[in-house]
Nanobody, 122 residues
Framework: QLQASGGGLVQAGGSLRLSCKASGRSFSTSGVAWFRQPPGKEREFVAAINWAGGTINYADSVKGRFTIPRDNARNTLRLQMNTLKPEDTAVYYC?????????????????WGQGTLVTVSS
């Protein structure tokens, strides 16, 4: 089970940090990722990490602004979002798959958090 938290309302240019805590499973052998679903749009890839190897992949739209730090001690995935833009407004989801290799495709993931809403005002 994944529990996402940290969403909220922020002004453009601000920062937020999302967290995704795993319970009942360890991230140590998983590919894990953040996706988001803007209002009225399809779910899209944000960032992913191979937890064991550390390989990270970011969507072009967030490169240089978002990072995806791991917290091994707390079995928690984070998404640090800086220089937020109104187009970052979305429900953000964390996801994990049973393969150690993370991908950018939502259907590859079998375990999802409940989503946390991020709203960026202009």
């Amino acid at each position: 089970q994944l529990q996402a938290s940290g969403g909220g309302l922020v002004q453009a240019g601000g920062s937020l940090r999302l967290s995704c805590k795993a319970s009942g499973r360890s991230f140590s052998t998983s590919g894990v990722a953040w996706f988001r679903q803007p209002p009225g749009k399809e779910r899209e890839f944000v960032a992913a990490i191979n937890w064991a190897g550390g390989t990270i992949n970011y969507a072009d739209s967030v490169k240089g602004r978002f990072t995806i730090p791991r917290d091994n001690a707390r079995n928690t995935l984070r998404l640090q979002m800086n220089t937020l833009k109104p187009e970052d407004t979305a429900v953000y989801y964390c996801a994990a798959r049973d393969s150690p290799v993370a991908t950018t495709i939502p259907s590859h993931y079998t375990c999802w958090g409940q989503g946390t809403l991020v709203t960026v005002s202009s």
